[in-house]
């Protein structure tokens, strides 16, 4: 008697564990994954950037820039994630007249500013304070500079 | 000190937290109570299916012993799943990266951790973890510890309830915390969260070649599905080890405002809960003055001190005011996620910290906070009789001796098993082996990660450092006491609620503001007597030594 009652509930805790398994574990991982892919695949696929058709980086993740005709991101270490995307409005206004003096001047600094000025995020009502994505900068610069920036399009 | 501007926020996430509460309340409590309704046309086949399934009997009862025992057992047999997946994910599919199988001890403290809501991550996921082991032992742990703490809570209240029976059903509660709950909220959540700009992909890591010509991975994965139930659930164990400082976790501000509340939604939502469940709204008073009285007082804490600019441990995008103030939020929900390093705060941050997780009920993690809250009343009540000499009694039931030695027992579990083990970390010299010393900076890293361990909460500063069996076997056993201990004992005094007498309310009624105020002065009473030489050691001697942050 004691037996038979024992083992009738072994059969809910190992079943209910496994359904759960399947339906916490695959189903949502995988209903989410199709939604995100068929919805907004741009986001779900790491917000990936391209120059001459090729992926040059995600928005969300630092990549270093040697050249100082670049707008710099923070060093790794600086950062909690060690790849902070951004700068801020500050920093990157901080760094024009080094980049414009190492394109000999042919990317003025009102230019610049004005660039600056043009893509600073992460303000919305109350909340934030203004910065920049490196990468987006710079791809702004390749873009509208072609002449200055040759050397990395192509 | 804090700005108009920051001042307008907080109280505005606060305000907007507590309203979606509010309204996501009575849908809970339909939820336990199975009240038909509009989704029982879909959802009834499926359930049916898996109590048939499972030979669950839906209109068996359970008293404490069964329900809570259903649920350590299916908790437990969860764990060795997922340990079995994170031990061989080398030789399962979805595992792109190819990463080895984990080693016993870490495969351990994170099947105990993750089973238990804890998710104390002594692994970076992005270097360790495959696809199938983020989500069938990761985001699968995430989802069923969460629904199993709201089902002992809810279990709890019933005992309370005049003329109930019984505790209900573990496993019928389970399944529909799940389909009802968890499964749908998080789907929106989650489709929410890939809008902001948070991946969600099976195909691999990214390989692509930089501006200037260098090659570099781009980490994507399940992230997504993962942070929503991370944060909803309050579990915040992240798919990376950096957390939600990682920007694939929480890329925008926006994003960082919407994970804020989704960890603040249930634990908040049950305290309304509480109160209806009872049948007597008014009962959700002390609770909800208690646990936001004290969460503000947290907050008054940790807002002291300036807030860091964005510096060594901040990012850009987040700030060091949001990264405070996340830091408040998740250890007073027990969640431990985090969008920074702990070693950017300020003492006065960690102490506030401290003070949430200790406390675990401001409002705490869902479920299991309002457990802990009602193991305060009853001690509070239980000072109050004393003090005015009248018979101490909770919603007209009299408070027996043997309810306030199970009260007293379940608050002892705590400090045993923080100072215990911090103890034995520095006598054992597994804190010097991993270059922790005794300095009031050290001192606070390892009170830190047993605090965090025994309150479920997670977040850390030692990360992969400890990495080493001891500091794994040592966490891993004060998690599961922290967990199973106190919700079996407070089950124990919900269960042991059925069929006693109901008076009719006399002396200090609990659900007037005089008695929410001795709630906070006496919890904040205990829990400082408790641990206030401890914490003497750590972050408040870091203060008068005048540290800005943890980074020495």
């Known amino acids: ?154 | 000190m804090i700005t108009l501007p920051e001042f307008l926020s907080v109280a505005l996430i606060l305000g907007a937290s507590l309203f979606l509460a509010w309204l996501t309340a009575p849908y809970l409590v339909r939820v336990y109570k199975r009240v038909p309704g509009r989704l029982d046309r879909v959802l009834n086949p499926v359930e049916k299916g898996v109590y048939k399934l499972a030979g669950v009997d839906e209109e068996h009862r359970m008293g404490w012993k069964e329900y809570f025992l259903a649920g350590l057992c299916v908790n437990i047999v969860q764990m060795v799943i997922a340990y079995l997946i994170l031990v061989f994910q080398g030789s399962l599919p979805l595992n792109p990266q190819g990463f080895p199988g984990l080693s016993w001890d870490l495969a351990f403290n994170t099947v105990i951790s993750f089973g238990t809501n804890t998710n104390l991550q002594h692994y970076a996921g992005e270097v360790t973890l495959s696809y199938l082991s983020q989500m069938t032992a990761i985001q699968f742990l995430q989802f069923t510890s969460a629904a199993t703490g709201i089902c002992m809570g809810v279990a709890m209240v019933r005992g309370f309830i005049v003329g109930s029976k019984d505790m209900g059903n573990f496993y019928v509660d389970f399944v529909r915390t799940l389909t009802r709950i968890l499964i749908p909220f998080c789907l929106v959540a989650a489709v929410v969260l890939v809008a902001l700009g948070v991946p969600q992909t099976l195909s691999g890591y990214t390989t692509v070649t930089t501006v200037e010509g260098a090659s570099r991975s781009i980490l994507v994965g399940p992230v997504a599905s993962l942070v929503s139930i991370m944060q909803l659930g309050t579990n915040g164990g992240g798919y990376y080890g950096a957390n939600a400082a990682y920007p694939f976790m929480n890329p925008s501000p926006l994003s960082d405002v919407f994970e804020i509340g989704l960890m603040l939604l249930l634990p908040t939502a049950l305290i309304f809960v509480f109160g209806e469940l009872l049948g007597k709204k008014r009962e959700t008073r002390p609770i909800l003055i208690g646990a936001y009285g004290l969460f503000i007082i947290d907050l008054g804490i940790a807002f002291i001190p300036n807030a860091p600019a964005v510096g060594q441990g901040i990012e850009t995008r987040i700030g060091g005011f949001m990264s405070v103030f996340w830091t408040v939020v998740t250890t007073a929900v027990t969640t431990g996620s985090v969008n920074t390093t702990l070693s950017a705060m300020h003492p006065l941050v960690i102490l506030a910290a401290f003070m949430g997780m200790l406390i675990q009920s401001t409002p705490g993690g869902k479920g299991v906070g309002l457990m802990y809250m009602v193991m305060y009343i009853v001690i509070t009540v239980f000072i109050v009789g004393l003090m005015s000499g009248r018979t101490p009694e909770y919603l007209g039931i009299k408070i027996t001796s043997r309810d306030v030695k199970l009260v007293m027992l379940a608050f002892l579990i705590h400090p045993i098993i923080i100072l215990i083990p911090t103890v034995l970390a520095y006598a054992s010299g597994a804190a010097a082996a991993i270059g922790v010393n005794g300095a009031p900076i050290g001192f606070t890293q390892i009170l830190y990660e047993f605090t965090s361990a025994a309150s479920n909460n997670g977040s850390d500063f030692l990360g992969t450092a400890a990495n080493t069996p001891f500091f794994n076997v040592a966490t891993a056993v004060v998690i599961f006491l922290g967990r199973y201990g106190p919700i079996a004992i407070l089950m124990a005094l919900g269960g042991s609620m059925i069929g006693r007498a109901r008076t009719a309310v006399s002396g200090l009624r609990t659900d007037s503001i005089t008695f929410s105020l001795v709630l906070i002065g006496s919890i904040l009473i205990l829990v400082v007597l408790t641990f206030f030489p401890f914490l003497v050691l750590g972050p408040i001697q870091s203060y008068f030594q005048g540290s800005v942050n943890g980074f020495g």
């Open chain 1, 1 to 154: 008697m004691e037996t038979s009652k024992r083992k009738s509930n072994y059969r809910p805790i190992i079943v209910v564990s496994l359904i759960s398994l399947i339906v916490c574990g695959l189903f949502f991982p995988l209903l989410v994954t199709g939604i995100a892919q068929a919805l907004f695949p741009y986001q779900a696929n790491g917000e990936l950037r391209q120059l001459d058709g090729r992926n040059v980086g995600s928005e969300l993740i630092a990549q270093s820039f040697n050249s100082s005709e670049f707008f710099q991101p923070r060093l790794a270490n600086e950062s909690a994630s060690g790849v902070d995307p951004d700068i801020t409005q500050a920093d990157a206004l901080s760094q024009i007249p080094g980049i414009s003096n190492a394109t000999g001047g042919r990317v003025s600094v009102s230019a610049l500013t004005s660039i600056v000025d043009s893509n600073v995020e992460g303000t919305f009502w109350i909340f934030g304070s203004p910065y920049v994505d490196v990468l987006n900068l710079n791809l702004i610069l390749i873009n509208d500079y072609p002449s200055v920036y040759q050397n990395f399009t192509g």
